[in-house]
């Protein structure tokens, strides 16, 4: 694995980085020089992926076992980080997506569990990793959301709506934010991970087509003719994360094969 040094004594949280493209990311941030931290809940997979990494750039990664639903857990976890190892200076806020769905069937709690995950953990992650920030004068936070943001998804109902809330939640924040301290968000199209596949296999059921079936119809939509890469979603949010981004600032940057139609 050849690195490059823009990231060089920068410490990432990424998370959601057990798998797609959470993994993707914490891999390009490695690249780059950072000291990454990956948070999920299996801990065989951060394993196998802090293994990756410590292969190509020895003692430079870790992990910490995390469910970002039980916020109590999730103090502890960051006062621990924030003790051991000083600031945090990139904070990737990526988790599982809501299951599929329409909003007409959706409870209460599918909406709870969906807003606390997302919105909650995330506002727990930035407040906390602030002052560090601030200190530093070097703050970069990337929200991974979804398309859906721009152009809700027919079936993801409660999707739909946390990424909307995302997004309000984000751009609220760029003008709250000190200077220095960036927060941005990338907008993944179509993109090959599990997480597709299991949306997949729900339409498949739902609808008697076959998975290939399902596939063709959405690369149908996508200029680019196939599905994304995690790795070129991850390219996209160790972009964001860089010096050279310093002046980007409340957007959100899709990564979709040019499959949205709105300017
Ligand atoms: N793939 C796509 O086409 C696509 C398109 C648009 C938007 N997105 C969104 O982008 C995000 C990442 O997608 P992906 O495709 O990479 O999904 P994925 O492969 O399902 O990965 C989700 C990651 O989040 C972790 N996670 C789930 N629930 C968690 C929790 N409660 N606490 C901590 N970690 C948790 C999972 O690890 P553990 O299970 O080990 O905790 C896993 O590492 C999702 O929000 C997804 O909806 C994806």
């Not at 941030?29 to 410590?54: H, P, S």
């Not at 600031?87 to 990526?94: E, R």
């Not at 970069?140 to 943001?149: G, K, Y």
């Not at 010096?243 to 300017?263: F, T, W």
Request: glycine share 12%.
């Amino acid at each position: 694995m050849a690195r490059a040094n823009d990231l060089n004594g920068k410490r990432a949280l990424v998370c959601g980085a057990s798998s797609g493209i959470g993994r993707a990311t914490a891999m390009a941030l490695a690249q780059k020089g950072a000291r990454v931290i990956a948070l999920a809940r299996t801990e065989a997979r951060l394993v196998g992926l802090t293994d990756e990494i410590n292969a190509a750039f020895p003692g430079e990664a870790g992990y910490v076992v995390a469910d970002l639903d039980d916020r109590l857990a999730l103090q502890g976890i960051i006062d621990s980080l924030l003790g051991e190892g000083g600031p945090v200076h990139i904070l990737v806020n990526n988790t599982g997506g809501p299951p599929p769905g329409q909003l007409l069937d959706a409870t209460a709690d599918d909406l709870q569990t969906a807003f606390s995950r997302h919105v909650l953990a995330a506002h727990l992650l930035i407040t906390r990793f602030l002052p560090g920030m601030r200190e530093c004068s070097y703050g970069r936070i990337v929200n991974v959301i979804s398309t859906s943001v721009r152009e809700p998804i027919p079936g993801l109902g409660v999707s739909n709506t946390i990424r909307a809330a995302m997004a309000g939640f984000s751009k609220t924040l760029s003008h709250e934010l000190p200077g220095g301290v960036t927060i941005n968000n990338v907008l993944p199209g179509y993109t090959d991970t599990e997480r597709l596949a299991s949306l997949g296999e729900s339409i498949a059921d739902r609808t008697g087509k076959t998975l290939e079936e399902i596939l063709e119809r959405w690369v149908s939509n996508v200029p680019e003719g196939r599905l994304g890469r995690p790795e070129e979603v991850a390219a996209a949010v160790a972009f964001l994360a860089s010096p050279d981004a310093g002046y980007i600032r409340g957007q959100s940057l899709a990564v979709d094969g040019g499959r949205m139609k709105s300017i």
